[in-house]
T-cell receptor, first 112, second 113 residues
Framework: DQQVKQNSPSLSVQEGRISILNCDYT??????FLWYKKYPAEGPTFLIS?????DKNEDGRFTVFLNKSAKHLSLHIVPSQPGDSAVYFC???????????FGKGTSLLVTP | DAGVIQSPRHEVTEMGQEVTLRCKPI?????LFWYRQTMMRGLELLIY????????DSGMPEDRFSAKMPNASFSTLKIQPSEPRDSAVYFC???????????FGAGTRLSVL
């Protein structure tokens, strides 16, 4: 049973615009959330994370928002660049560690 | 550091054969994780180790799957006998401490014919 869901399998955005990737979760015990980026033939690489005590975390062009009441988080990329084209995975864990529960990913395409 | 190293990158085998996937974690990392990625189920955790000791293997699908970590720098995931439904990409990841970022290897793409 998927506890982390990314309902949009793909997203296409023009270069320079904002990309918004969404993620929903069902387990209220999750307290740590991460986004990973994955290029073809490579492993996922860590992008940004957020603890449940925060509702926003920013790192350069990347911002993650957490809405605990809605069990929803989103990743904003501003401005989007062609090099951002990749599959983005949302992940969550309980007790700030141990196993990560991953969503199925959203494939982002940033067009010039 | 070279990162997490997995071998082989690709494995093609026939149903019934034994398959062994290998992983070398980042030096100094105490946690090692094995994941499997399929279209149907996405990325799912199979098993993880802490200081070479298996902590949670509840994600291992069947007794055909086994994992070992004989020392801090090496782990194996074995499938015996392999079946076509085991075809997937298998990732190994490591992290320095509990709750820290997990660093992934490039994965092993397994095809069981």
């Amino acid at each position: 049973d998927q506890q982390v869901k990314q309902n949009s399998p793909s997203l296409s955005v023009q270069e320079g615009r904002i990309s918004i990737l969404n993620c929903d979760y069902t387990n209220s015990m999750f307290d740590y959330f991460l986004w990973y980026k994955k290029y073809p033939a490579e492993g996922p690489t860590f992008l940004i994370s957020i603890s449940s005590i925060k509702d926003k975390n920013e790192d350069g062009r990347f911002t993650v928002f957490l809405n605990k009441s809605a069990k929803h988080l989103s990743l904003h990329i501003v401005p989007s660049q062609p090099g951002d084209s990749a599959v983005y995975f949302c992940a969550a864990s309980e007790n700030s560690g141990y196993a990560l529960n991953f969503g199925k990913g959203t494939s982002l395409l940033v067009t010039p | 550091d070279a990162g997490v190293i997995q071998s082989p990158r690709h494995e093609v085998t026939e149903m019934g054969q034994e398959v062994t996937l290998r992983c070398k974690p980042i030096s100094g990392h105490d946690y090692l994780f094995w994941y499997r990625q399929t279209m149907m189920r996405g990325l799912e955790l199979l098993i993880y180790f802490n200081n070479n000791v298996p902590i949670d293997d509840s994600g291992m699908p069947e007794d055909r799957f086994s994992a070992k970590m004989p020392n801090a720098s090496f782990s194996t995931l074995k499938i015996q006998p392999s079946e076509p439904r085991d075809s997937a990409v298998y990732f190994c990841a490591s992290s320095p401490v509990r709750g820290d970022i997990q660093y992934f290897g490039a994965g092993t793409r397994l095809s069981v014919l």
